[in-house]
Structures are given as structure tokens and as C-alpha cells.
């Protein structure tokens, strides 16, 4: 069965500090994966996804991540953290590869210091 | 432009009543699911449906039940609530196999 493990269930840095979330899968299928954000009293949004084409996925609001099928990761970063990147973000891997669903992490919430 | 919309937003329930957490989306999208949200849990699939009059079961069936009249439509159903569904329910919607999913605000039920 598909699985992600997300490294950290708080994590904190400065303002205009590089932000990484940590991401690690276990897939026995080439996976799919994905990250999303979560605001406060709002369902979650898309930030990026990984299907096998380029290692290198770029995202919304600045956000970035690589798959690294030797380090089986797939970690999210941003060069410069701002006030409004607070929230809790998720990693998530194809259930099967087929239609049921995805697979989540118990999620990283991001404190931003000023 | 409405996506998937829940309802209703909040929900208080006495041990034993039952509801239905309400999920429509106007995407057109064949896929839809329901997943809990605990803290520091993640989200756990609870039924999903790849189209009209198709439903299976997710990692925690127990305690609900769904259906699928409509592509439009995924209600999900506790019939006898229990202090263990309280949670935050999220409905999602999807174009196709690993697609992204579309998620909902969610629906934020107490069971007392």
C-alpha cells in the first residue's frame, strides 16, 4: 500500500527564511504525488503535483519540489518565506494509482516568525 | 463558478441521532470522495465513487454510508452517531484517475 510520511508536524521559520517540508513516500507503483495547503477553516488547495514528467515540479505562490526516486522524498521548498505561506501543508501519494483517492500525511503546520 | 460545496458548515449531534452531511459539485467530474480530517491524524477516505450508482469503501467505512443518484450529487449518511465521528468532514471531486482532487470547506460535526 501507498504511504507518505511527513518529518515534523510543526515547523518554524523567519520571515524571508527558505521553508522546507519534508516528505518522504512508499509506493510499490511508480507514484503520483502531491502537495496541498491548508488555511485555517478552508478545505485544502492544490500546490503542486509530480505524474513522471519533470523531477523539478514548480507550483503556486513560489513553491517548488523535487522527486528523488533514490531518497524516495519528494520534500517542498520556498526560497523566502512570507507572513501569508501560514498554514498546515500535506503531502499525498495515488492510493493505487487508479481512482480511489489519495493517501495523505498527518500534515506539517507552518509557523512563520516575524 | 462553485466547485464543491458542503452543507452544512457546522453540526452538533446527541449520541445515537443521525444526519446527512450534504456534497455537490458542478465540475462535472466522475470521482468524488469523503474524507475525516483529526488532528494531527491526516485525512482518512471514507467512501469514494468513481460514478453514478458507484460506490466502494475507503480506509474507514464504519459507522457511514453514502450514495451516488447523480454525478453531481455524493451525500454521506451517520446513522446512529457516535462521540468517535466527531471530525471535520471534507467531500473532494476529481476529473479522473490520479487527478488532483477539488476539495470542499468542509463540515465540522460534534458528537456529544
Not at chain 1, 58 to 82: C, D, M, Q, R, V
Not at chain 2, 49 to 57: L, N, Q, R, W, Y
Request: charged share 15%; aromatic share 12%.
Amino acid at each position: 500500500a501507498q504511504s507518505v510520511t511527513q518529518l515534523g508536524s510543526h515547523v518554524s521559520v523567519s520571515e524571508g527564511a527558505l521553508v522546507l517540508l519534508r516528505c518522504n513516500y512508499s509506493s510499490s507503483v511508480p507514484p503520483y504525488l502531491f502537495w496541498y495547503v491548508q488555511y485555517p477553516n478552508q478545505g485544502l488547495q492544490l500546490l503542486l503535483k509530480y505524474t513522471s514528467a519533470a523531477t523539478l515540479v514548480k507550483g503556486i505562490n513560489g513553491f517548488e519540489a523535487e522527486f528523488k526516486k533514490s531518497e524516495t522524498s519528494f520534500h517542498l521548498t520556498k526560497p523566502s518565506a512570507h507572513m501569508s505561506d501560514a498554514a498546515e501543508y500535506f503531502c499525498a501519494v495515488s492510493r493505487g494509482g487508479g481512482a480511489d483517492g489519495l493517501t495523505f500525511g498527518k500534515g506539517t503546520h507552518l509557523i512563520i516568525q516575524p | 463558478n462553485a466547485g464543491v460545496t458542503q452543507t452544512p458548515k457546522f453540526r452538533i449531534l446527541k449520541i445515537g441521532q443521525s444526519m446527512t452531511l450534504q456534497c455537490a459539485q458542478d465540475m462535472n467530474h466522475n470521482y468524488m470522495y469523503w474524507y475525516r480530517q483529526d488532528p494531527g491524524m491526516g485525512l482518512k477516505l471514507i467512501y469514494y465513487s468513481v460514478g453514478a450508482g458507484i460506490t466502494d469503501k475507503g480506509e474507514v467505512p464504519n459507522g457511514y454510508n453514502v450514495s451516488r443518484s447523480t454525478t453531481e450529487d455524493f451525500p454521506l449518511r451517520l446513522e446512529l452517531a457516535a462521540p468517535s465521528q466527531t471530525s471535520v468532514y471534507f467531500c473532494a471531486s476529481s476529473p479522473g484517475e490520479v487527478s488532483p482532487l477539488h476539495f470542499g470547506n468542509g463540515t465540522r460535526l460534534t458528537v456529544t
